[in-house]
């Protein structure tokens, strides 16, 4: 039997995965309790983020927002899923806390945990990101290089004109290409 992967397949087997991962936050597991954060974590995964690249606090200064989640997890084995909570900042101010979690699909082996933070480029993909519960895709490159752990997004050059993405703090191994549906749901506003 051959099975032939069309968009509409794709497209399918992802939302599937990201209704298994909202089904699995809802149940709070240990994982998730030992993926717990809180605000201090979030300032402190910021400040490191800046100390990571001379570009980095460039990029900060011209963001107008940063979502910053300080302990992310990734796992998957041909078919995976993603989870964090983490906070969204302006002006260093705290505006609230967010979810992300989805499904990846994609020749992929391993488990990893990381820092990731988003630096939200325009208003209108902020005000996206804080009202809607929309999946988005893209693609995921991870792979070892000198002992080291490196997950690489891949975009579309209009996603990088809105939100600069840098992974971070990489533990574990996860060796892979994938194609992630991610969706981004904000929990609480302050």
């Known amino acids: 039997m051959k099975i032939t992967l069309t968009p509409f397949l794709i497209v399918f087997l992802l939302n599937a995965c990201t209704n298994l991962s909202e089904q699995y936050n809802s149940t709070r597991t240990q994982v998730g309790d030992d993926l717990t954060v809180n605000l201090n974590d979030g300032r402190q995964t910021l400040n490191l983020a800046d100390q990571l690249g001379v570009g980095i606090p460039k990029i900060r200064a011209k963001s107008i927002a940063q979502i910053v ?69 893209q693609g995921t490159l991870s792979y070892a290089k000198d002992g080291n752990s490196i997950t690489t997004l891949i975009s579309t050059q209009d996603d990088l004109a809105e939100v600069h993405t840098l992974i971070f703090n990489q533990t574990g191994y996860l060796a892979g290409i994938t194609l992630d549906g991610v969706q981004y749901s904000v929990i609480e506003k302050y």
């Open 69 to 137: 989640f300080p302990k992310a997890i990734k796992a998957g084995l041909f078919v995976g899923g993603n989870y964090s909570e983490g906070f969204i900042f302006r002006n260093s101010k705290p505006l609230g806390r967010i979810r992300m979690s989805g499904g990846n699909l994609g020749p992929q082996i391993g488990g990893q945990q990381y820092s990731q933070v988003m630096y939200v480029m325009t208003e209108a993909k902020l005000n996206e990101l804080l009202n809607s519960k929309a999946v988005t895709f």
